[in-house]
Nanobody
Framework: QVQLVESGGGVVQAGGSLRLSCAAS????????MGWFRQAPGKGREFVAI???????RYADSVKGRFTVSRRNANNTMYLQMDTLKPEDTAVYYC??????????????????WGQGTQVTVSS
């Protein structure tokens, strides 16, 4: 059974920081890209960040320069450091494994494995 479990969400004031974690279990994710999506109320799920198994990263324009994705393959864990948070970052954040893109500017396709989501609320 594959499981992805997020943690670290919460309520923070604009300009503040949060760090999300995603712990993977059930199989090794060393060779898989991992990443984050988010879904705000009334909106569709959108790509936030991806990190390959070798550490290559890519970000949505809306979070570039403010968010940093990292991973520790030894313990199958991925992180999302979110700084300078804005009210528009308010969403449920989902961990995903196996996501991919056809090129550096192509749309990111989610993989088959999802976490349950963690709420991030940024107050103004």
């Amino acid at each position: 059974q594959v499981q992805l479990v997020e943690s670290g969400g919460g309520v923070v004031q604009a300009g503040g920081s949060l760090r999300l974690s995603c712990a993977a279990s059930g199989r090794t994710f060393t060779r898989l890209a991992m990443g984050w999506f988010r879904q705000a109320p009334g909106k569709g799920r959108e790509f936030v960040a991806i990190i390959t198994w070798t550490g290559g990263t890519r970000y949505a324009d809306s979070v570039k320069g403010r968010f940093t994705v990292s991973r520790r393959n030894a313990n199958n864990t991925m992180y999302l450091q979110m700084d300078t948070l804005k009210p528009e970052d308010t969403a449920v954040y989902y961990c995903n494994a196996g996501l991919w893109a056809a090129g550096d500017t192509a749309a990111v396709t989610p993989g088959d494995y999802w976490g349950q989501g963690t709420q991030v609320t940024v107050s103004s």
